[in-house]
């Protein structure tokens, strides 16, 4: 509290009777001096080490294909082919991964960094997975191909 704020309080008190052994409470705030300590929250985390599947960059950029489509950047799958230079069957390819459960895709999406060698998962792996709709199915297929990489 500075003087002014002293001075207003006195003023705003000066028409009070204040009875013997009262308190008086008055809001005080502190200030730190000096280097605030670090937060937890602002050290960043350690990058894992390894890369990111292939099979989890391609569901990604599926996510980001019907992204374009689906704002009209990109008018058309073909388009969107063309201008990613790729054939629009590997097009189709890579979106056929959106009609995976969502569950089976976030398990997709944060698998485990490859460090050496080929990933667990790949796409040959998943056509089973793909080749039904039934997302009760897919899940009971992902299991197997799960299991089978173990």
Known sequence: ????????????????????GARIVVPVQWARRGRVPERDEDVPEPRPRGRIPRIARLLALAH??????????????????????????????IMNLLVLAPDIQEEILFLAP???GRAAITEKKLKPVLATLVWAEQRRRWAEVKRQRL
């Open 1 to 20: 509290m500075d003087e002014a704020d002293v001075h207003q309080a006195e003023a705003a008190a000066g028409d009070m009777e204040v009875a013997a």
């Open 64 to 93: 980001h294909f019907q992204h374009l489509l689906d704002t009209r950047v990109v008018p058309s799958q073909t388009e969107l082919a063309r201008l990613a230079k790729i054939s629009t069957a590997r097009c189709t390819q």
């Open 114 to 116: 490859v460090c050496k």
